[in-house]
């Protein structure tokens, strides 16, 4: 096969089995890394990387556990490498004043601050799950941790996620 066929088959299996997944990809940097804008380098970065290591996957059903966990590695070695800048709100222009006073809703608002406020052990694996549909097994493998220990960490955040939220009602309430 010459080198132009061996590159376009190459191209064709990393579209099949990469290329598809980047909605996946995304979701899962921003609940990582809190931030659209890093998720967005860090999947980036993460396609990079995936594709100069696909000769690396041997079992095309395992594409998807694969991406993620470069994924993971990727907003690791983000906040490993970079100091993340800092914005003075007080010399915001109006126009972006106002991006910071637009209404949200403030139940979905809540529930996500609740499950960033989560230690990160808590939160990977319930976003994991909730959020992107893997299994226990999916998510130790991930992880790399037991699936006894998966179900243990779901478990927590739930118990935590639950715990938040209601400490958030009693002080609005109380107020």
Do not use: C
Not at 22 to 40: C, F, K, N, T
Not at 98 to 122: F, G, K, Q, T, W
Not at 151 to 164: C, M, N, Q, V
């Amino acid at each position: 096969m010459t080198s132009s066929a061996t590159a376009l088959v190459r191209r064709q299996r990393f579209d099949r089995l990469v290329g598809v997944l980047h909605q996946d990809m995304y979701r899962y940097a921003v609940w990582l890394s809190r931030d659209p804008g890093i998720a967005e380098d860090v999947v980036q970065e993460a396609l990079l990387r995936a594709w100069k290591s696909l000769d690396a996957l041997r079992e095309d059903g395992a594409a998807k556990q694969w991406v993620l966990t470069i994924v993971r590695r990727e907003n690791a070695r983000y906040f490993e490498r970079k100091r993340l800048e800092t914005v003075d709100i007080d010399s915001l222009t109006p126009a972006q004043s106002a991006m910071l006073a637009e209404p949200d809703d403030a139940e979905l608002e809540e529930l996500r601050n609740a499950i960033y406020r989560l230690d990160d052990d808590y939160r990977e694996p319930l976003v994991l799950q909730v959020l992107m549909g893997h299994s226990t097994k999916e998510i130790a493998k991930l992880m790399g941790i037991k699936p006894g220990a998966v179900l243990t960490r779901l478990h927590r955040a739930r118990l935590k996620l639950k715990e938040i939220v209601e400490r958030e009602q009693d002080i609005s309430n109380a107020v």
